[in-house]
């Protein structure tokens, strides 16, 4: 069974810092691209941060949105089947739920999963 179970989410004021973890099960985790999504009130789901699954090697390769660029990172931790995302110089638009994704291509067809979302409150 295939599972994405984020955390770390909560309220931080404006400049703070937060941590979010993605724990996956139930697959490969290696081989795929792990994606962290976000999705405002009455906004559309956007791309913050993404990073390859470079099977067994370190060779990682990973991208922002330029909007997250200088203050967000995202690691992955193949060993512990796990993907993070740390957010520092926290804004008030970076309010939002945050998702984890899992996705690869495997013979043509696309594989892709999705976590439940931890919510991030920006507020003083």
């Known amino acids: 069974q295939v599972q994405l179970v984020e955390s770390g989410g909560g309220l931080v004021q404006p400049g703070g810092s937060l941590r979010l973890s993605c724990a996956a099960s139930?697959?490969?985790?290696?081989?795929?691209?792990m994606t962290w999504y976000r999705q405002a009130p009455g906004k559309e789901r956007e791309l913050v941060a993404a990073?390859?699954?470079?099977?067994?090697?370190?060779?990682?390769?990973?991208s922002y949105a330029d909007s997250v660029k200088g203050r967000f990172t995202i690691s992955r931790d193949n060993a512990k089947n796990t993907v993070h995302l740390q957010m520092n110089s926290l804004k008030p638009e970076d309010t939002a739920v945050y998702y984890c994704?899992?996705?690869?291509?495997?013979?043509?067809?696309?594989?892709?999963?999705w976590g439940q979302g931890t919510q991030v409150t920006v507020s003083s």
């Open positions: 990073i390859t699954g470079a099977g067994g090697s370190a060779n990682y390769a990973d």
């Open positions: 139930g697959f490969t985790f290696s081989s795929y691209t």
């Open positions: 994704n899992a996705f690869r291509v495997r013979v043509g067809v696309p594989q892709d999963y």
